[in-house]
């Protein structure tokens, strides 16, 4: 199956990753946000400076990236089976980053080396505390410094490590559960609409297929039709104007297919491929045919699929024309309805057989289902005697190029 890629030429590959970075910032940058605001409310702006924070805090973005990694695994089953990975794996992740806090805070936090470490609480108290748990305090005012000592602050974390890793893992599981629901929920909302513009896509091609189907259906009608017109005259020995048809023929093709069948053209250039197609018959039937086009200038470049018009004017031309001695106009007219509608007309003032009566009916069903596959049903093919003539009228929306 091929990957449809997006408007910026990504693969969904490329946008998972893309999607997955960018929570994983977000998520951390507002971590972030939260850590400097308590800092600096708390007035504790060293511990901004801890060396242990800013491994802990990089170890934990890599540890997020991991964890949204597999649940990008985890949410190609289900949204349902996605959430319930985040809530389990959020548990190991935040014990797994909590435990490795601590690791840091023992290994680098200068109060556990020996490097010592000094505080300035919000009433101004000073604390100094060092590796041999020795803690100094100095209230403001205070000349000399209240000194008190513990045991190692080393040996005190390590007592309290399992309750430590608990506590802080248990603040770290809502972390990283909302972390994991926030990157399922986009996920499963990305593949979605993948998978709608694949079907989208894929019905556009189907659109297309069907659409090349129907106007290709006229091209052998149409060559039947006219290869017999011309064969008659070659019976009849009226060789000017087989030479005539054939030139006329071969502009007409030319013209014709240089249409892509899955577009739509301008009403005017749909006439002129139509008059084309008239000049030809008109080689067949010089006194008996005339033609009349009544299309206002401001509809000329009005859009319609390409050829739409020509089976109703061979049908006028069979059934019409060829089964009568006398003079028959053939008539195209167009005119603008309100609601922005276009409706076009293709009659016949000597009704003769209609195809519907004596032909197959692969004329009218041909347009009939173009209409259908390009407007759906916005658009309506109606036919019938009206007195002495034959109308073929086409509603459709009016759109203008």
Known sequence: MTDIYDEAGQR????????????????????????????????????????????ALTCGFLLSIGFCLLL????????????????????????????????????????????GATRTMADGT????????????????????????????????????????????GGWSFFYFGLGSFF??????????????????????????????????????????????????????????????ILNLSSFFRSSLAVDPTDDIALSDEIALQRLYLDIESARFPDRLRVVVDVPRELAQAQVPALLLQPLVENAIKYGVARTEARVTIRIAAEEHPAGRLRLVVENDRRGEAESEGGTGVGLRNVGERLEARFGGAATCAHGVAGDVYRVTLTMPLVRA
Do not use: C
Not at 82 to 97: K, P, R, W
């Open 126 to 169: 000073v604390i100094t505390t060092n590796a041999s748990g020795a803690v100094s305090y100095r209230k403001p005012g205070e000349k000399r410094a209240t000194v008190v000592k513990l045991s190692p602050v080393k040996q005190r974390v390590l007592a309290q490590a399992p309750h430590i890793v608990l506590t802080n893992g």
């Open 184 to 245: 399922v929920g986009m996920s499963s909302a990305s593949r979605l609409r993948r998978a709608e513009r694949r079907a989208a896509e894929y019905e556009r091609l189907a659109h297309a297929s069907q659409l090349r189907a129907l106007r290709y259906q006229v091209n052998p009608h149409f060559l039947f039709n006219t290869l017999n017109s011309l064969s008659a005259l070659i019976l009849s020995r009226r060789t000017e104007q087989a030479e005539t048809m």
């Open 12 to 55: 969904p590959i490329a946008r998972d990753w893309r999607l997955l970075i960018q929570v994983v910032l977000g998520f951390w940058a507002l971590h972030l946000v939260y850590r400097i605001t308590g800092a600096l409310i708390g007035a504790r702006p060293g511990e901004l400076l801890d060396p242990a924070l800013h491994a």
């Open 72 to 115: 990008r695994l985890a949410v190609r089953r289900g949204l349902v089976f996605g959430l319930g990975a985040a809530a389990v794996l959020s548990v190991v992740f935040s014990m797994t980053y909590a435990a490795g806090e601590l690791a840091l805070f023992l290994r680098l936090s200068p109060e556990v080396n020996g490097v």
